[in-house]
């Protein structure tokens, strides 16, 4: 190859680097906490040539409601869809924000939407969560971020998880 594909979040994109923070999560959800900026981020993207757009669920300043949050996020992941049809992977990062049975749902609610990937919706701690979540849903997962070694990843990877 003569490349390397690259996803964007839409707080990377120069019109929100202005605002920028040290605080991940809210870099991935400041200024996207509605479906209509959320489409027109989808839609900039795309016209810049970009394949891949990854969001997180938004939160209310400090506060996160996980229920509250994944119906949000389901709606900019909708309106993110219709304004960009299957031009741009979607991809979600939850920052380890879910618990199982929150995860699993969000992931059942998600398929239609054929996401490219769902990242760390689970603790790093909770490789188990992973093989339950792989069982009870279809979207493609990634983790392993936080895992510092072979033997974490082993756990997973031998559940097919």
């Known amino acids: 190859r003569d490349h390397v594909q690259c996803f964007l979040s839409p707080a990377y994109?120069?019109?929100?680097?202005?605002n920028a923070t040290t605080d991940c999560f809210q870099t991935m959800t400041s200024g996207l906490s509605e479906p209509d900026?959320?489409?027109?981020?989808?839609?900039?993207?795309?016209?810049?040539?970009?394949r891949y757009?990854?969001?997180?669920?938004?939160?209310?300043?400090?506060?996160?409601e996980p229920r509250e949050s994944i119906r949000r996020l389901l709606e900019n992941l909708r309106a993110a869809r219709e304004a960009v049809g299957?031009?741009?992977?979607?991809?979600?990062?939850?920052?380890?924000r879910l618990?199982?049975?929150e995860a699993?749902?969000?992931?059942?609610?998600?398929?239609?939407?054929?996401?490219?990937?769902?990242?760390?919706?689970?603790?790093s701690e909770h490789p188990e969560g992973y093989r339950q979540l792989r069982q009870h849903a279809h979207v493609p997962l990634a983790a392993g971020e936080q895992?510092?070694?072979?033997?974490e990843f082993r756990q997973v990877i031998e559940a097919e998880a």
């Open 37 to 50: 900026a959320v489409a027109a981020q989808a839609r900039w993207c795309l016209e810049q040539g970009h």
């Open 99 to 101: 618990n199982l049975p």
């Open 13 to 18: 994109s120069p019109a929100s680097t202005a």
């Open 104 to 123: 699993i749902q969000f992931c059942r609610d998600a398929e239609p939407l054929r996401l490219f990937l769902a990242e760390d919706l689970l603790r």
């Open 147 to 151: 895992w510092a070694s072979k033997w």
């Open 86 to 96: 299957s031009g741009l992977e979607l991809m979600v990062d939850a920052h380890a």
């Open 53 to 64: 757009f990854r969001i997180g669920p938004p939160a209310d300043g400090d506060r996160f």
